[in-house]
């Protein structure tokens, strides 16, 4: 049991540019989180699901999309990266709804925008 | 808007001291109060959490309060060890909300 992993750890994107986060949970758990961590912030709620092929928007969606082809994966997007997403990323799944049931966090994706 | 005043910022204490740290929640409709421990470069982990039909929840040398009234909630570490320096986030959640707000964080520091 992997629990939830992302991919990948680090990444350094120029202004302008696209990439995609992964996250992977294998305990077949239903709602799947996205949060990033910033200096002073706390975590702050990104994008969630509550289940394959549904979506809906956190405190901070701008400038992200997100997508549950399949129940185990989320996938974060950034279009067009610019210096404030820099941030490191944390996934999240829970087998329910909170807060009948833990959220388990990955081990977070350290993405820096020059 | 919703939000969780976590205090203090950063907090250090003697190895076998007790420390608290201290949350206050702005959704009176909040009923679920959960504490994570995250040390340096890993992953946030639930060490212990409240609901609000309950007072004061103990395990082992960590604790934890709520005093629904004033929408304030802390967490207790007694004995402290080294072990125990991490950053701690409370937060606080409603039941149907899917998600929780969290503290700004604590980092707590044990000195031996």
């Known amino acids: 049991n992997a629990g939830v992993t992302q991919t990948p750890k680090f990444r350094v994107l120029k202004t302008g540019q696209s990439m995609t986060l992964l996250c992977a949970q294998d305990?077949?758990?239903?709602?799947m989180y996205w949060y990033r961590q910033d200096p002073g912030m706390g975590l702050r709620l990104i994008h969630y699901?509550?289940?394959?092929?549904?979506?809906a928007k956190g405190e901070v969606p701008d400038g992200y999309n997100v997508s549950r082809l399949k129940k185990q994966n989320f996938l974060l997007g950034l279009e067009s990266a610019a210096p404030s997403q820099t941030s490191v990323y944390f996934c999240?799944?829970?087998?329910?709804?909170?807060?009948?049931?833990?959220?388990?966090f990955g081990p977070g994706t350290r993405l820096t925008v020059t | 808007g919703e939000n969780v005043e976590q205090h203090p910022s950063t907090l250090s204490v003697q190895e076998g001291d007790s420390a608290v740290i201290k949350c206050t929640y702005s959704d009176s409709a909040s009923n679920y109060f959960p504490w994570y421990k995250q040390e340096l470069g890993k992953r946030p982990q639930l060490i212990i959490d409240i609901r609000s039909n309950v007072g004061e929840k103990k395990d082992q040398r960590i604790a934890v309060t709520l005093n629904k009234t004033a929408k304030h909630f802390s967490l207790h570490i007694t004995e402290t060890q080294p072990e125990d320096s991490a950053v701690y986030f409370c937060?606080?959640?409603?039941?149907?909300?899917?998600?929780?707000?969290f503290g700004t964080g604590t980092r707590l520091k044990v000195l031996a």
């Open positions: 999240a799944s829970s087998y329910g709804q909170v807060p009948t049931y833990e959220q388990y």
């Open positions: 305990m077949n758990h239903e709602y």
């Open positions: 699901s509550v289940g394959e092929g549904t979506t």
């Open positions: 937060a606080a959640s409603t039941s149907g909300t899917y998600k929780y707000i």
